[in-house]
């Protein structure tokens, strides 16, 4: 590929088109915001994915799924289609391991990537994508948006970053015991979550920035966690503040010999 495609990100460093080729993202999710995600990870010069989803086209998702079009709806398109296309029409030499299915249906390829960016709805299903990466000592890095309130609406989100031997989402206290409880009790009961497609651009955009940063090195900051707060009436991103009182030094919850495949010991 020719020295001129990137040329106006040379910034990021003098070999940052190798790291960034080189590396191996995986994308759980490709709705509104992981629609996001393959759009901009393909425009940097990503090769290689692992992406995941088992849905088509609805007249619903056309507020929000970058690449959709209102054709998609009667073809019934997939949305792994769609993330394949956006990727091949910018990087034709792209390695894509795709699954139409939940990254749960497969996940050995998974394990391949060194940063995975989980665009997933529910509580228990973010527990279980950063418990899988820190066993396969991968980043994690989590976006969701939501619409809490009628009076006005207040669009909240996040974008958090757990990596291995850092912070984890539980000790950053976005994840509690409790929320997955009473995500369990609503179960069947939730109805549609509102979505839009600016509040995900945001947020995607956010995660792709840290992923350059984490590849590249660019800011010469050290980047062990992040956890950042959406106010999409506001149109701010801010610092958590719960990272401002935390009394963690070290994570409790993932153990550092808590790596690959859990082993039977048979008694």
């Known amino acids: 590929m020719s020295n001129e495609r990137f040329s106006r990100q040379s910034f990021l460093g003098p070999d940052s088109d190798q790291k960034i080729g080189r590396c191996t993202i995986g994308v759980p999710g490709l709705g509104g915001g992981g629609s996001h995600v393959i ?7 990503f090769q290689n994915y692992v992406i995941y989803d088992g849905d088509v086209v609805e007249e619903s998702n056309l507020n929000r799924l970058v690449g959709a079009k209102s054709i998609d709806v009667p073809a019934q398109t997939p949305k ?12 034709p030499q792209a390695r894509i391991k795709g699954f139409a299915g939940t990254w749960q249906d ?19 299903g973010r527990h279980e994508l950063e418990v899988a ?18 009076d006005p609406p207040v669009i909240g989100g996040q974008v958090i970053l757990s990596s291995p031997g850092n912070l984890c989402m539980r000790c950053m206290g976005f994840l509690t015991d409790q929320r997955i409880a009473e995500e369990t009790a609503r179960y069947g009961k939730a109805g549609t979550r509102p ?3 600016w509040p995900n651009g945001v947020l995607a ?17 050290a980047l062990d966690h992040a956890y950042l707060v959406y106010d999409g009436n506001a149109g701010t991103l801010k610092e958590s503040v719960t990272l401002r009182h935390l ?3 070290a994570c409790p919850h993932f153990l550092a010999g808590d790596v690959g495949d859990p082993v039977l010991i048979e008694l």
């Open 80 to 91: 792994l289609h769609l993330a394949k296309m956006m990727i091949l029409g910018l990087q």
């Open 39 to 45: 759009q901009q990870l393909a425009h940097v010069g």
């Open 133 to 150: 990466c820190r066993r396969y000592m991968m980043h994690y890095i989590d976006i969701g948006m939501d619409v809490h309130g009628q």
């Open 195 to 197: 979505q839009v497609v």
């Open 247 to 249: 009394e963690v030094g």
């Open 205 to 221: 955009s956010t995660a792709v920035g840290l992923v350059i940063d984490i590849v590249t090195g660019w800011t010469r900051r």
């Open 106 to 124: 497969n996940p050995e390829p998974l394990r391949e990537c060194q940063i995975v960016i989980g665009c997933v709805d529910s509580y228990q």
